[in-house]
């Protein structure tokens, strides 16, 4: 039986980063935002698990670190990561350990410090350590693993260093998400087993897990306690083998009514318990009620397997946080709104709230949105991508939509980028900033029209193709150009509306103040971002400058970079989009050593080992400032931070190999070696070109892709 976690090793990470935490924790901070761009690097997984202890090891000082993840194959925890054990891992931890079963059981971060448990010191004493954090990985809202470290001797790791540990996985997400193969972990039986097969202590497991969850994403979930109404009576009435058939036709029933996320579970002898992820009240109840209009619906097996019986259910639902923050709360919670829902006759959703009973049959008017009031309140976000997300969330609870999506005009072409994208799941983050063409689109065609729509049924719309609506649940949408004056800055899409129903022009009228508002939002804050780029671009060019006069070595070193990468771009037929980002991320490759003490930068001889760890930190520092001064193209900044990486894994700073090299990378390597071979250096004369090119051919396929040295070679001859 597993052994519960102790609640004192439970570290609250807590949502938010409190400004002392940040000033005292700046420069690790720093090193978490890094973690966001390892899945991007394409790199193997396995490579990229170390590059996130690599970051893990700038941040929190520790001996030994391990990662577990679920591996389909065996059936089992494995140890994917080993990292500071002189000899094998101890047989008591090959397929995890205690602190592994906490954590994954909870979804919590723990830290543990000997002396304080004994079944913890025992596991402590196996690992010669003397404290340890451990963390849950996340994949797709699911906990597929765990991080590990441990200090030995007496230095103790803090609570500020778990919280950093679980920062640093948060920041990871995606990295696990996007891993093939990693698929969600079952500690218990599947996610949602046939609910006759599940019981009591599953849900309670599960529930503890979804809590945990939701605490740390700041996301509501919703229980649901359903009871058969009248059960023992159709037992009595019809024989056991039928009432064990139907208890399994209601179970799929459920199973058919939740999404992939939610969770079905057998609740006694009678009753189901579903936990429903990040659903709050209101959409819970709308959940509810549809589930008991479609329950009361049915006919079900009666005289001779015939199916000509009607059943109903009663439902309690609560709301974490709002009706309990612990399992056991929520679950007496629910059990108190089901007694009353089952005690008033039945058929009916109760919560368990301020006792009033919830009536289908009678709308309670909402309140209306003050939009003043979010102008007010959303004037003190400065990031732009925050506070639209912000206003089309607002637009999509206004209606109970289920997805909502932003799409502004791009300047000068007929086409739209897709700026916000909410309720798409784990593809929100993949269809962000993706380019969609003005012709043929619903986007381009509500934009020309600059009057909203609301379509009640999409198919009957001849300007649209049948591929724009095929993800829509009944083809119903709202879609609203956000205009100014005459121009169309873009459009908001509503769709999937939560309760199956359809959009009216009702519902537009509701979301019209709404559009103004983000009208006024759009023009200035596009305004704002045109004037911040600006200046970015203008501070980066002064900072280029600075660099070049800081280093009497490197005077016009990235000018010279910046015009051989852009004729070997050429020569190798690239278009001229992709010449100009080039020229770009030549011109700043070096930005970050402005951040390194000049006596490193022309040092006369050899470095020595710590001096260049230091000077290898310049393109992540390059990478950092870039991002920091708002340069939104990630080709660009991934082009400087990996211009230093070699064709055989020897270069910095992810050892990338072969192909995993960008093309922009490998042409801005060539062309940043020549260049500085070429010039004199403190601990050296300069190169003739043709001695570098020589040189340089010598470690072509190892650090050097040879078609670049050719174009090289042909831009000299």
């Known amino acids: 039986m597993k052994s519960p976690v102790p609640q004192q090793y439970v570290v609250d990470v807590g949502g938010d980063i409190s400004q002392g935490f940040s000033c005292r924790k700046f420069r690790e901070i720093n090193v978490v935002l890094k973690a966001a761009m390892i899945s991007n690097l394409g790199m193997e997984f396995k490579v990229s698990l170390h590059v996130l202890c690599d970051l893990l090891s700038e941040m929190i000082d520790h001996d030994l670190a391990l990662i577990y993840l679920w591996d389909n194959d065996r059936q089992s925890l494995t140890p994917f990561v080993v990292r500071g054990f002189p000899g094998k891992l101890p047989d008591s931890c090959s397929q995890g350990n205690l602190f592994t079963e906490w954590s994954m059981t909870s979804g919590q971060t723990l830290l543990v410090a000997a002396g304080s448990q004994p079944e913890a010191d025992e596991t402590l004493e196996s690992l010669g350590a003397s404290s340890m954090i451990s963390v849950p ?37 995606t990295l696990f998400n996007n891993v093939e193969g990693l698929e969600q972990l079952d500690t218990l039986p599947a996610k949602n087993p046939a609910p006759a097969e599940a019981g009591i202590s599953q849900l309670q497991e599960q529930l503890q897990r979804e809590i945990g969850r939701a605490y740390r994403r700041q996301t509501p979930l919703s229980l649901l306690m359903i009871e058969i109404d009248r059960w023992r009576d159709y037992g009595e009435k019809y024989g056991r083998l039928t009432e064990e058939k139907t208890f399994q036709e209601f179970a799929s029933l459920l199973m058919n009514q939740v999404r992939q996320i939610d969770t079905v579970c057998r609740y006694g002898k009678d009753r189901f318990a579903l936990i429903l992820s990040e659903t709050d009240r209101r959409g ?18 009666g005289v001779q397997g015939l199916r000509s019986v009607n059943l109903t259910i009663s439902a309690g639902l609560v709301t974490y946080p709002f009706d309990g923050k612990g399992k056991r709360a929520l679950i007496e919670a629910a059990e108190r709104a089901l007694r009353r829902g089952a005690g008033t006759g039945g058929d009916q959703v109760f919560q368990d709230t301020a006792g009033a009973q919830h009536n289908p049959a009678v709308e309670v008017p909402s309140k209306p949105v003050d939009f003043d009031q979010v102008t007010r309140t959303i004037q003190s976000i400065s990031n732009m991508d925050r506070l639209l997300k912000i206003m089309v969330e607002l637009a999509m609870e206004t209606v109970l939509a289920g997805k909502g999506s932003l799409l502004l005009a791009e300047n000068g072409a007929n086409q739209f980028t897709i700026r916000v994208a909410c309720g798409f799941g784990k593809h929100a983050e993949l269809i962000r900033n993706t380019k969609i ?55 908001l899409h509503i769709s999937n509306k939560r309760d199956g129903g359809l959009f009216t022009k009702e519902h537009l009228e509701q979301l019209r103040p709404l559009a103004n508002h983000l009208a006024f939002f759009l023009k200035e804050g596009l305004r704002f971002e045109e004037r911040q780029r600006n200046f970015a671009w203008e501070a980066l060019a002064s900072l280029a400058v600075i660099l070049d006069a800081k280093d009497p070595y490197c005077v016009r070193h990235s000018e010279l970079v910046s015009h051989y990468a852009t004729e070997l771009a050429r020569k190798l037929g690239m278009s001229e989009t992709q010449v100009e980002k080039l020229a770009l991320a030549a011109k700043l490759h070096d930005i970050g050593k402005i951040a390194i003490r000049g006596n ?118």
């Open 437 to 491: 063409s003005g012709v043929g689109s619903v986007t381009g065609w509500v934009a020309g029209l600059k009057k909203p729509v609301a379509a009640e049924n999409i198919e009957k719309i001849g300007e649209v193709h049948h591929n724009l609506y095929r993800d829509y649940n009944n083809n119903s949408f709202l879609s609203i150009p956000i205009l100014a004056g005459d121009e169309a800055l873009g459009v």
């Open 137 to 173: 990985i996340y994949a797709s809202n699911n906990v597929i693993g765990t991080i590990q470290i441990f200090n030995r001797n007496n230095h103790f790791l803090t609570r500020d260093d778990a919280r950093l540990l679980s920062l640093l996985m948060r920041q990871s997400e």
């Open 284 to 301: 819970g109840l709308l959940f509810a009620e549809r589930l008991r209009e479609m329950i009361g619906q049915q006919l079900f097996a």
């Open 600 to 717: 490193l930068t022309h040092k006369p001889g050899e470095l020595t080992h710590e001096e260049a760890a230091i000077m290898q930190r310049h393109p992540f520092l390059s990478w950092k400032i870039l991002d920091g001064l708002t340069l939104s193209d990630d080709e660009v900044k991934n082009t400087v931070l990996q211009h230093h990486e070699k064709l055989d894994g020897s270069g910095y700073p992810y050892g990338l190999i072969g192909e995993q090299i960008p093309l922009p990378s490998r042409i801005l390597s060539v062309a940043d070696t020549f260049v500085a071979m070429t010039s004199k250096r403190p601990h050296r004369p300069a190169f003739t070109k043709k001695d570098a090119l020589e040189e340089m051919g010598t470690l072509a396929n190892r650090h050097y892709d040879p078609h670049i040295l050719e174009k090289l070679k042909e831009i000299e001859n």
